[in-house]
């Protein structure tokens, strides 16, 4: 075995046995270096800390050195940092400390003065002390007392408790006890209580208070039943302030008194105050109620459940207001009110469809007003669409405003519907039951003196309209439920209804589609009494006479909803649907039971689900196609959008992991067009350009990997990664000087890089020695500007490739800022744009800045727009457009720009003017804009 073996060995029975005490021989340097037991070494650290076997300092320094190595987070390295003192803080921080204690200690003070003062509220309190509730005496608080109990300190013991006298020590306690109970003061009659509190003294916070106090005591009695008295305590409390809850709480209590006009003038307050507060829409609704304005508590209650469909005190005041509204209409009808019927031609139930809206679903059933939207006139018949000839003239449909939710089967029997036999013999002739409204309608309509029907402006009904292939007596029975439903008068119409079918059922007619029309209008009265069974029971019969009918199906969902038999109901939803993909109240319902079916069933409730019928296509025939909303095309472009991302997204990660692969490989060429992929999707990830630029130097392209380490830098201004490559790629450049100053940025950042260390040492030999060979590594030239006359030239010598101007040579081909600056500055000088702009034709846009870097300034600038205007722009437009890109990027650039005298100013816009006029496909006018808001 080993000595590292035994080494192995010997840590591990350290480290298991971590709990007995260190041995000497442990505490030595050798022991310690070797040690990998961090427990252990953190257990001998505290042996060496404690003193117990010496004090060694360099010793503890070493061992808390070898632990850090290994665990830096290791709690045996934490110290306790020593309490603060005056001395170990600085001279303004210890006197900010003092100044914040000088300032609780008067802030202490002023709460201290404020509670004494407090004493005036309880003088208040004690000033209007009420009875104690439930007696008719009240307690003196001066003769109040409270006594003190006598304790034994130590028990009785168990033998004297064997000698205890129970009958002597009770007398012995009676006839010791004194009686010093004050007086009871008896009061007769109920006290008065002050309604008003003056609190003029008070201030606003003091008010606030004493007003939340005086409301909680009419609260308290409030829920003791005593009215009156938390009435008076509400008083108390808007004397102080007047408050929307003390208003509402008051309301009740005055409608609990049944002072009606009191409720209404505390609810009408809250109104004027806070603008739709359901509390006092719904107490204002019970006023109405019990004063008899059944429309106006009708109206209330509406306005309730539009913002609160769950309220089922509203729903339940709103099936009593509106029974009542029934009841009184046909008594202000027989008051002496006529109603004359014209002739008119009706059209068929269906005319309204096709300009249908149907209203939210959280409007509840009920309450139909002369206003209402053409659904909510319109008839209720079949929805399928047929000839204008075949009037039906019915009832509305509950799709429009019934609220399905609350409105559950009372077991409504339907007996009271069923025919008599008087009926029957009836039906030949015309006449109904009751030989009422329609009727004398009937006879008044003959003489031509016509009024509208129902009361409403404007329109018309005719009793004896024909309607489809039923002969005269059943049509007029059908025109007559028609208007008693449109009246309001559910239970006439239905029995309208009935009558017409026992009629079609003995005449023998075949015309399933009037009978379809019957059973839908009887279902939607048996839907209005709600009676969902028979509902349920009637559109079925529909449905089997003319299958796929909207109304129907639309009918009987909300009867299966109102039962709760919630599948059912999606079933026929998600028909309509099919029908028709505009009922919004369809939608809404599919909405609303999908998360009920969630909450009942889990995640597995469309599997429960029956199944759901296939609407053929000749019963979408009538569907209306209409264009997409903003909306919903803005929708459809926001989910594309966010597919495309998405699939962008995975495409991306992808080829990134793919060139990631590649570089392990040292495939670079691979990578390289992988990470070329990369930057045509997110053409702003910084980190696909340090790695295509690791390539670049891999495959020594290292102008390339130079521009990847500049956009990076654009992009995230302090990378170290970019840093360091592009220093290398300037050190394959030979350029020295700037491989230098990134690199000393890298360690500026990071001091422990050690690569960026020996890069620096090896370009600090290089430099020095470029600069003692003359620098041929970047060799000056030296621009000499001769001033002539005439038609002598300006040369610049020492330039290989050179372009003529009108008097002035220029170097096309500079290798750095300086000669790029003494190129430009002669042109300036000169005044030649021709020069340049073939300058800027040979320079790459994106090196533009920093060419520009240390030159800019507001001539410069004027003199490149003159030239791009003059000479470039109709040449190559989008040469144009990216030098101007990449110009706003230079340093000090938005320094020059707000420094640009006027003229210069009218250069650039005169420029951009040109530059949005021109054709090119590589750039819009809006990019042009935008490019130009940058400028100007």
């Known amino acids: 075995m080993n000595a590292d073996a035994v080494f192995s060995l010997q840590n591990q029975s350290t480290s298991t046995d971590c709990s007995g005490k260190v041995p000497v021989e442990h505490l030595d340097y050798e022991y310690i270096g070797k040690c990998k037991d961090v427990k252990y070494l953190e257990k001998i650290l505290r042996v060496l800390r404690s003193g117990d076997e010496g004090i060694y300092p360099h010793l503890i320094n070493f061992c808390e050195t070898h632990l850090e190595r290994l665990d830096p987070r290791s709690r045996a390295l934490r110290k306790e940092n020593p309490v603060a003192t005056a001395a170990s803080l600085s001279n303004d921080e210890w006197s900010q400390i003092v100044e914040e204690l000088k300032m609780w200690q008067e802030e202490t003070k002023k709460t201290e003065n404020l509670l004494k003062q407090q004493s005036m509220l309880d003088d208040l309190a004690k000033e209007n002390m009420p009875p104690v509730r439930g007696s008719n005496c009240s307690v003196s608080l001066s003769q109040t007392s409270v006594s003190k109990e006598k304790r034994n300190p130590l028990p009785r013991d168990y033998r004297e ?6 009958e002597k020590e009770c007398e012995r306690i009676n006839g010791n006890v004194v009686k010093n109970d004050p007086p009871v003061i008896i009061n007769k009659g109920h006290p008065k209580i002050k309604a008003k509190v003056d609190a003029s003294l008070l201030t606003q916070q003091e008010k606030l208070l004493l007003a939340n106090r005086e409301k909680d005591k009419g609260n308290e009695a409030f829920r003791a039943n005593d009215y009156e008295e ?5 008083c108390r409390s808007l004397s102080i302030i007047p408050t929307v809850a003390a208003y509402n709480n008051r309301a009740q209590a005055e409608i609990n ?5 009191n409720a209404m003038r505390d609810c009408q307050r809250v109104l004027e105050l806070e603008t739709g507060n359901m509390k006092a829409l719904l107490r204002r609704a019970t006023v109405h109620y019990h004063m008899g304005n059944f429309q106006l508590a009708a109206e209330d209650l509406r306005t309730v459940l539009r913002e609160e469909p769950q309220n089922g005190a509203a729903n339940q005041l709103l099936f009593k207001a509106e029974k009542k509204m029934r009841e009184c209409q046909p008594e202000k009808q027989l008051k002496g009110k006529k109603i004359l019927i014209q002739e008119v031609e009706e059209d068929d139930d269906n005319s309204n469809d096709e300009n249908a809206c149907p209203v939210e679903p959280i409007q509840p059933v009920g309450g139909e007003e002369s206003s209402a939207t053409p659904v909510e006139r319109g008839d209720m018949g079949n929805a399928q669409k047929k000839p204008h000839s075949r ?12 609220h399905h939710g609350h409105w559950k089967s009372k077991g409504a029997n339907s007996d009271k519907y069923k025919v008599t036999q008087e009926s029957k013999e009836k039906v030949t002739n015309g006449t109904g039951k009751r030989g009422s409204t329609a009727s004398v309608q009937a006879d008044q309509s003959s003489s031509g003196k016509g009024t509208s029907a129902g009361g409403n402006a404007g329109e018309t009904v005719n009793l004896d309209a024909p309607c489809g292939a039923l002969p005269p007596p059943l049509a007029r029975l059908k025109n007559e439920g028609n208007l008693l439903f449109k009246n309001g008068q559910f239970a006439d119409a239905l029995e309208k209804y009935s009558l017409a079918i026992q009629g079609y059922t003995d005449s023998g007619i075949d015309s399933p589609e009037d009978l379809c029309i019957l059973y839908s209008n009887r279902a939607a009265c048996y839907l209005k009494d709600g009676n969902s069974q028979d509902c349920i029971q009637d559109c079925t019969r529909a449905l089997e006479l003319q299958p796929f009918s909207l109304k129907p199906l639309l009918r009987r969902a909300m009867a299966y909803e109102s039962l709760e038999r919630y599948r059912q109901a999606y079933v026929d939803y998600k028909t309509v649907l099919q029908i028709d993909i505009s009922v919004q109240a369809a939608h809404d319902s599919v909405n609303r039971i999908t998360r009920l079916l969630i909450e009942q069933d889990g995640t597995e409730w469309r599997e429960k689900l029956p ?40 495409r991306f990660a992808g080829l990134k992991q793919e060139g990631n692969d590649f570089v392990k490989k040292g495939q670079y060429q691979n990578a390289l067009g992988k990470y070329t992929e990369c930057l045509k999707l997110k053409p702003s990830e910084c980190a696909i350009y340090t790695n295509r630029a690791l390539c670049y130097l891999k495959l020594e392209r290292f102008t390339e990997a130079k521009q990847d380490c500049d956009a990076a830098l654009k992009l995230e201004p302090t990378n170290k990664k970019a840093f360091y490559r592009r220093a290398l790629a300037n050190k394959g450049l030979k350029d020295y000087l700037a491989c230098s100053s990134d690199l000393q940025e890298v360690l500026q950042q990071d001091p422990n890089v050690q690569e960026a260390e020996k890069e620096l040492e090896e370009v600090t030999v290089l430099l020095r020695q470029s600069l003692a060979n003359g620098s041929p590594a970047k060799p000056r030239k030296t621009v000499a500007i001769t001033e002539v006359e005439g038609d002598e030239e300006t040369t610049i010598p020492n330039s290989d490739s050179s372009c003529r101007g009108e008097d002035l040579t220029v170097n096309l081909q500079p290798t750095n800022a300086y000669e790029f600056g003494q190129a430009l500055n002669a042109a300036r000088c000169n005044g030649n744009t021709a020069a340049c702009a073939d300058l800027l034709a040979s320079t790459t846009p994106q090196m533009l800045p920093q060419l520009l870097s240390t030159q800019l300034d507001g001539p410069i600038i004027s003199f490149i727009m003159q030239a791009l205007d003059s000479h470039l722009l109709e040449k190559d437009p989008n040469l144009v457009y990216q030098h101007l890109n990449y110009l706003h990027t230079a340093d000090r650039f938005s320094v020059v720009l707000m420094l640009l005298e006027k003229d210069e100013r009218c250069h650039m816009t005169q420029l951009f003017e040109h530059l949005s006029a021109a054709e090119c496909t590589e750039f819009t006018k809006n990019d042009v804009q935008n490019l130009a808001n940058k400028y100007i």
């Not at 938390?230 to 509400?234: G, H, Q, S």
């Open 257 to 261: 008194l049944k002072h009606w006009h």
């Open 391 to 402: 009037g039906d003239g019915g009832p509305h449909s509950e799709s429009s405003n019934s």
């Open 230 to 234: 938390a009435v008076a305590y509400y």
């Open 161 to 166: 408790w064997d000698k205890f006298d129970v």
């Open 611 to 650: 199944d759901i019928p296939l609407v053929p296509l000749s019963a979408q025939q009538h569907r209306r196609e209409e264009p997409p909303s903003a909306e919903v095309l803005q929708a459809r472009a926001e989910k594309a959008a966010r597919d495309a991302e998405r699939k962008a997204e995975v």
